[in-house]
Every structure is written in C-alpha cells, then in structure tokens.
C-alpha cells in the first residue's frame, strides 16, 4: 500500500506546461513568499497513471460489481453523458459569463439545457417550479425547508420552528432541518411501516412547520395513506416536504405533486443516472407548489416570449443563493441526456422494472432473511438478519462482508435505524434476472455458511487487499493525513 | 427499452414468481392504484445519437471561442489530459460512498492522499474529504466556529467573495447569527477596520487570500492580535496561489477553505466544483463532512476506513456538525491528480506562468491613457484597474471583439462600476494578451 507521496524521486517531472513567453518578473514580495515548497510528488506521468489505475482496481463499482446499496440507486450510467458534458462548449463555459454586458447571449446553449431539464424534471414530479440549484440530495433538503420557513415568515407565522421527521427518515432530514435552525419531532412508524397516523395527530400543534416525508419511504415502501398525510399537515397549518431520493420507484407512475406535497428534492445522481462519483459530485433539485414559487433561489432560468432563454434576479421574496451559480451544471447536463433518451414511456418502464426486480429478490429472499414489514415492496427490500443473528450469531454486517467475498457489493446495512439487523437491497431496473439469481443464490448460501461454519463469515471478507479494518482504534487516535 | 435488462420473457416470469398475474396488479399490491399520470411535457425517447446532436446543437450556441481574462475566483487554467482519463475510470466514478472499506480501498487511498495532499499545500494540520464548494465550506467554517465559541456574531471581509458572501447571508437567515461585513478599501482588506469590529461576542473572522480583488495580504499580527480575543480565524484561500505564498497555516489560521475549482476542474458553467476544509488539531472533532483515516486489520495490514464518523448525519442526526452527505469526491480526485501530475516543481511552474502572465497584461493594460491601477499591493494572477468608463460597457464592447475582458466589479460592489477584475492563466499567450490590450484601447479611444 504505497502512497503516491512514497512513489516520489527528486528531479522527476510528469506534465510539462508552456515556456512563458513574457518576462518572469517575480513580482511577489520575499516575505510573502513561501518558504519551502509544498511537499508534494515528484512523479512522471507513467508513475500516476500507474499509481490511479491500481487504486481503481480495488474498489467494486456499478461497471465491475453488483452494487445493491439501498436508498443510493446504483443504476447504469450511460457512456455517452460523459462525452457530452466533456463538449467544450459546455465544459469551458465560464459561469459569469451572462454577468458581463450581454453575456446572456453567450450561453443560450447552457440555459436551454437548465430550462428544459428543469420543465421535464416539474412535470415528472408533479409541481409548477423546480430550482437546479442544490449540489446533493441533502442541500435539497436545506434549500426546500429554507422555502417552508420563508412561506411561514411571509404569512407572519415565524413561530412555527418545529419539523416533524418520521424515525424511519434518513439522517440527512434532520440535519438539514436543523441547519435551517428549526427544532425536530420525531414521528413514528406504525406496525405495517407506514407513518403512525395516531402518532402523527398528537404531533401536530400550531409550532409545526411541516413535515419531512420520504416517498416512497426508507423501508422501501409506499405509504397508502400519503395524500392523508400530506391534508393533515395542511390542516394543522404546516407544508409537506418530499424526500426524493427513492423517486426511482415511482418515475412516470406516480407524481409526488399529485400526492398533496408542497416541496420536495430529487437526486439526479441516483434517479436520473448521473455517475455517484465516490461519493459524488451529484445534483438535488427542488420543485416546488405555486405557494412556493417566489422564495425559490436566485437565479432564475426562464424562457422569453421569442423563445430565448434568460437569467432573473428580481424577486424580492427569494430566498436568496444557495449555490455560486446555477448549480452542478455539469451533473445536470447528464440528467438532461438522459431523460431525452428515455422519454415518457421509457420512465414508465423505469419505475416498473425497478419495482418488479425489488420484488423479485423479496420474493425469492423473504424466507431466510425476514423482513419486519412484511408486504410488497416498492423499489428496494428492507430484509433483516435477525433470525440469523439469534439462531447463529451471524449478523447483517457479516453478511455483507460475505457477499463482498462472493463478488458482490453489500446492500446498505443497518438503516433505517427502526429495522434491527437490517439489509436494504435496490437492484435498480437495469440489472438483469440473471445477476439477481446470482445475488440470490449468494445470499441463501451465505445464510446456509451462517449455520454451518458462522467463525467463516465473522472473518469475512477473504479475497479483498484488506480484511476488517479496526474502525475503534482508528477514530480513537486518527491519522488523517501523511505529514 | 433503453437501459433495462429483463426481456418480456424474464417479466413474465418474474411476475410469476412474485405471484402477480401483470404488471398492474403489482402495483395495486404494492400500494399504487391510481392512474398513472399524463406527463405532457415530458418528450418522446430518442436515440443516443439524436440526443448528442442536440446537445452538440446546444454547446455550439454558447460562446466558447472568447479569449477570457475572467476569473473572480474560478479559472480556466491548463488542465493535463491524464486528468480527465483517470478520473474518469469506471471504477472511480460508479462507485459511491466507501462505507464498505473492503471493497473500495481505492476511493479511500485516494482520499487520504488528497487530504494529505490539502493539508500540504495550506500547510494546515488536518483535512476533510470535501465539501460542495468554496461558498458552502466557509459557510460551514463560520457555523463550526459558533458552536465551538458559543459565541453568535461573525465578523466578514468584503473582499471576501460577493459570490460567497451572499451565499452565508442566504443560509443564516434563520439561524441565530449575526453577520457583519467590514468595507474594503482599495484592493485591501481593511484589516485595521477588521480588528475593530472583533468585539467579545465575536466567534470568527472571514477573509480571503489573495482577496477577491487579487491582493495578498500579510495575515500574520492579524490571527495573532485575533487569537488574544478569543475569535477565530478563517481563510478562503486559492489553492494555485498557494504553491507561491506564504501559506494560511504558517500565518496562525485556525481553519483555512476555499474553492478547488483551479486544481483541475473544468468551469463547467459553475459546477460542479469543489469545497475544500482544513482545520487545527483543537477542530478535527468538530469538522464538518467526511473524513478517512489510517486503519489496520486483523492481521496487521493498513489500510483506510471512514472515520469520526460521530460528527455526521447518519449518526447523530439533528445534533450534526453538518447535513452534508454526498460531497464531491469526484473533484477531489481531480484536483489529486491534477496535483500529482504537475508535482512539486511543475505546480510551481504553472503558478509562476499565471503571475508572470499576469503582470504582463497589467502592464500592457496601464499603459493604456485613463486605465488606473486599484491599490498597489502584490497580486498573483488577478487583479483590478480602473477604466475610464462604465466597466461592464466596456466588457460588453470586448465581447464583439471575442474577449471576456474580465468581472466588472460594479455587478458586486456599485461603488466600483468603472473597476474590471482581471485574471490571466497560463492559458494566455503573449499574442493574445497584446490584442486584448490593442482590443482594450480601441474600446476605450476609438
Ligand atoms: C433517503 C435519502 N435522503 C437523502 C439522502 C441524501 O442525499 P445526498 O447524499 O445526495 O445528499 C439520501 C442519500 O443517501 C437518502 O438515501
């Protein structure tokens, strides 16, 4: 495990660059100068692309593994998109650009993609406005509860600082809510997985600002009574938020909009395909109810009568910036690609082919691998270990890790936080019925290798560069850098 | 149907085996029985190659021959091809998150040598895995230094970004936080003004180096003369200056961040970018974001894991130092590679080219009657004349003679409408800063 900083040989040189072709002056005073160079490598380019190539090989990724992670949408990422936003005409496109005196005029082509995006993106979902703006599902989130308190400030309602988050929710919900500076109240989850509705009724009083809803929810399932939901926080004053980021389940079937949702996020790098990148970059678009529509971010993209496209700053309700600019354009760019490819009915087979390849797994998985709520799923399986981990002491985590050895990536283990021993499962709709036997047939052996031999899964997994890393010892004394 | 596996036979089947007679009744089973909506404005599909020709379409109506000395904190600089071709492997970007260490050994080796690789050039002790971007990582310092100094007000230069600026003014409106901006003065930041306003309720101070108006400044006595009020001190920093200058770190910042967007990334018409962070030792707890680790197995081999992970939203929820979640990974192994690929000398190379070409075109630029010089302190590759007119007329004059002459200050700062910001990479050729001058004077005298 050599770091790049080891590869390093004094004297050696990797991209050359032009000879400056004007004096070079140093023009930088002595005392503001640094006094060592920084301590970086000295690497030819054959050394870095040999360095990076090797680390690509060690990790799993859609190209090279199954990746199930549930609530991520680990889908295929066409190749094309990356050409696209590689034109240069997009890629050197200098975001201040519409700021200098007609500049407008020069990125009609970059505006065109916004706006469109942003038109297709509202009518999929079901609301009149959308916002590119936010740089992730969780600035979505921030951006959309920001909206909720301007909405309650402009009606003189600015006590209104609780935000009912259900115990299932992601833990980004409340820690958005909390970034926007309000309080929150858990609601919970009745014996079907679904909200408790009793519960819910309790919650609200006149301090609620809205609710923070994930749809359908992290358990992976649809909530019959959402437009219920949604009318009882209307009811008691409040706004309904949608978390998005299991939008894939529903695309072309189901509008959020129509559900009685006045906000919500989509995550255009697990619905609409753009590459997850590590841990990004990705894109957290809001769209919004009419009520909303003046506290959207600034700018705004919009089209003109003569069919140009222009940038507007003028409404004195805005929220404000959220973002430097117009948001990850480059992430946008591949949404947009992909939702021409697609079109309407190629959406529809989207959420329909997600929905039946979660099943399918369920189905075939159920047995060994009870879920708590047992009943159809939606786009993903929340499975649980724990009759394993009582019959055999093997647990989801071991589990994981004996897929990892069988050539899988793991399911997202351990979320939501009300499921014990959790395994959540998105195959997503581009995989084939033959990988999903694959990870069957790898599950229930795994299941079967828990009862025979459980001290082989506990020392799992075998085959990768490193086997269980002692994460206490690491966060006890960190190492976070090579100085 | 594009992207999608399971033939009409495996549907078949699979319906079977989940025990539904049609896709129909799989919804209804699953909770969804409404009708399933029109969606008129979502177009019919197309193929791969219409939708590249309509994008191709689109990137020719955007202007991106104009030869540009426009900067304002994002540059197009020289962007070596290795760049593009490594981060762009598969197995970098169709990965996510590295929760599961043992499978993705590479996202994290390479996210603690970019870490490593921060912490290097700002000369700052520890760094995260990222953030959105510069406006949102010092959005986020601001809001660590208020927890960590119980304290509510915080003190900002205005040359400090406008761009970011407006973004904290945006994300405290409903938080207990009082923002106060200190004018600037000149390309300088006041600092003498800055002082003054550090009052004992004060819980940090924001500046910029260089400034946004390009000036370097000397920090030193300032996070000093801080320190002894119990206030602390962040930079947003660029990080090419930095293989030049004095770095943060040696000046007594406590938290140093700034926009990564030069190491490597495209403009990308304003994103996605990068958002970098590095504290002391005293904050690693406190941090916001991701952050990787040394770690060792069972039988003794290293390796890295997520750590501290106490800090985040998935496990303390509403009690987190941040709500961030995805970040931007992939930039950060852009900027790695762009840094291992130039090295020690050849960053220092790139940066000495930018200033050099930089103080070129200021001197061509000053030469020209009635273009005046802004302050007069150093610069790196960027900084600020007065023109004799409106400064945005005469960019828009330039845009007809195919220059972004640069950022007319006046868009930010209404006191300055004849002040254009000037950037110069070491894309520029000689040439082609000689027309721009030429192109600068015609606009002016002609
Ligand atoms: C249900 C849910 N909400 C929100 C998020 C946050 O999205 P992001 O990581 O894009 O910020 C996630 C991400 O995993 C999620 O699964």
């Known amino acids: ?483 | 149907m594009p992207y999608i596996a399971n033939t009409a036979d495996d549907r078949r089947a699979m319906l079977e085996a989940i025990g539904c007679g049609s896709v129909g009744e799989m919804w209804a089973r699953a909770g969804v029985s409404t009708p399933p909506p029109e969606l008129a404005r979502v177009p019919e599909g197309k193929s791969e190659f219409e939708v590249v020709r309509h994008l191709r379409r689109l990137a020719a109506r955007n202007a991106g021959d104009l030869i540009t000395f426009l900067g304002a904190g994002y540059y197009d600089h020289l962007i070596p091809a290795v760049v593009d071709e490594l981060a762009s492997r598969a197995e970098f970007s169709t990965a996510y998150t590295p929760y599961q260490a043992e499978a993705s050994q590479g996202t994290l080796q390479a996210i603690y040598e970019y870490q490593t690789m921060i912490c290097r050039l700002t000369g700052m002790p520890v760094s995260n895995a990222s953030l959105y971007d510069g406006g949102t990582a010092l959005f986020e310092a601001m809001m660590m230094a208020v927890r960590v100094t119980k304290r509510r007000r915080a003190v900002i230069s205005e040359a400090v970004s406008p761009i970011f600026r407006r973004m904290i003014r945006c994300y405290s409106t409903n938080l207990d936080v009082e923002l106060v901006e200190v004018p600037a003065s000149g390309d300088a930041s006041a600092q003498a003004a800055l002082l003054e306003a550090l009052t004992p309720e004060t819980a940090c101070v924001l500046v910029q180096y260089p400034n946004f108006f390009g000036a370097i400044e000397q920090w030193s006595d300032f996070t000093a003369a801080a320190r002894d009020r119990g206030v602390l001190t962040v930079c947003s920093t660029y990080p090419i200056a930095l293989a030049l200058l004095k770095t943060p770190g040696e000046m007594g910042f406590d938290v140093v961040t700034g926009e990564g967007q030069s190491l490597g990334i495209p403009l990308s018409f304003g994103g996605p970018y990068l958002g970098f962070m590095a504290v002391r030792e005293k904050l690693m707890r406190k941090m916001p974001g991701r952050v990787v680790g040394r770690a060792v197995d069972h039988a003794g081999r290293a390796g890295f894991v997520l750590t501290l992970q106490a800090r985040e939203q998935h496990i303390r929820r509403e009690g987190a130092t941040s709500n961030i979640c995805s970040n931007e990974n992939l930039c950060a192994l852009r900027a790695l590679i762009y840094i291992a690929c130039l090295g020690r000398q050849g960053l220092i190379d790139a940066a000495r080219l930018c200033a050099a070409n930089a103080v070129f075109t200021r001197g061509e630029l000053l030469k020209i009657r009635g273009i005046e010089p802004v302050g007069g302190g150093a610069f790196f590759n960027e900084f600020a004349v007065s023109l004799p007119i409106d400064a945005a007329e005469a960019a828009g004059l330039l845009i007809d003679r195919g220059f972004a002459a640069g950022f007319p200050l006046g868009r930010y700062y209404p006191e300055r409408r004849n002040q254009l910001l000037v950037a110069v990479t070491g894309r520029r050729t000689r040439e082609e800063i000689k027309q721009f001058a030429a192109a600068m004077e015609a606009v002016l005298w002609n």
Request: one cysteine or more.
């Open chain 1, 1 to 483: 495990m050599e770091l790049i900083f080891d590869l390093s040989r004094p004297g050696r040189r990797g991209s050359t660059l032009p000879h400056p072709e004007v004096p070079v002056a140093d023009a930088i005073p002595e005392t503001m100068r640094r006094s060592v160079p920084a301590e970086l490598p000295e690497l030819s380019e054959l050394d870095v692309v040999r360095h990076f190539t090797r680390l690509s090989r060690l990790n799993f990724s859609v190209d090279s593994h199954f990746y199930p992670l549930g609530s991520c949408t680990m889908k295929y990422n066409p190749k094309f998109h990356e050409k696209i936003a590689a034109l240069p005409g997009f890629a050197d496109l200098h975001p201040l650009l519409p700021q200098l005196r007609h500049g407008g005029a020069l990125t009609q082509g970059a505006l065109a993609v916004i706006y469109e995006t942003q038109s297709i993106l509202a009518d999929l979902t079901g609301f009149a406005e959308c916002t590119m703006q936010p740089m992730a599902g969780a600035h979505g989130e921030l951006t959309g509860v920001m909206l909720i308190a301007a909405w309650h400030r402009s009606r003189g309602a600015a006590e209104r600082s609780v935000m009912l988050i259900p115990d299932a929710a992601h833990g980004t919900n409340p820690a958005s809510a909390a970034m926007a500076g309000f309080q929150c109240r858990e609601v919970a989850t009745d014996a079907d997985g679904n909200v408790d509705l009793a519960d819910l009724a309790a919650k609200l009083d006149e301090k609620v600002a809205g609710l923070m809803l994930t749809c359908p929810n992290t358990l992976g399932l649809f909530d019959p009574n959402v437009a219920t939901i949604t009318r009882m926080v209307h009811e008691a004053g409040g706004l309904a938020y949608c978390d998005g980021a299991n939008f894939n389940a529903i695309v072309g079937r189901v509008r959020p909009g129509d559900l009685g949702f006045d906000v919500m996020h989509v995550n255009l790098h697990k619905s609409f395909s753009t590459p997850h990148g590590g841990g990004g970059p990705g894109a957290g678009p809001v769209a919004v109810k009419p009520e909303l529509v003046p506290f959207l971010p600034v700018s705004r993209v919009a089209k003109r009568a003569d069919g140009t496209y222009s940038l507007e700053y003028d409404f004195p309700e805005s929220i404000g910036y959220i973002a430097p600019f117009y948001g990850n354009f480059g992430v946008i760019l591949k949404a947009y690609a992909y939702m021409l490819t697609l079109g309407r009915e190629g959406f529809r087979r989207v959420s329909e082919n997600a929905v039946l390849n979660a099943n399918y797994v369920l189905a075939k998985l159920r047995d060994v691998y009870p879920p708590k709520y047992a009943r159809p799923c939606m786009h993903e399986c929340v499975l649980s270990a724990e009759k394993l981990a009582g019959e055999c002491g093997v647990h989801a985590l071991d589990i994981a890790k004996g897929l990892i050895d069988r050539g899988f990536h793991p399911p997202t283990m351990y979320f939501p936080l009300i499921v014990p021993e959790a395994l959540m499962v998105e195959p997503t709709e581009t995989e084939s019925r033959e990988t999903l036997d694959g990870f069957i047939a790898a599950m229930l052996a795994l299941a079967e290798v828990a009862r025979q031999d459980p001290a082989s899964l506990h020392s799992a997994p075998v085959s990768t560069p490193v086997g269980r890393l002692d994460e206490t010892a690491a966060a006890r004394k960190p190492v976070l850098a090579d100085l």
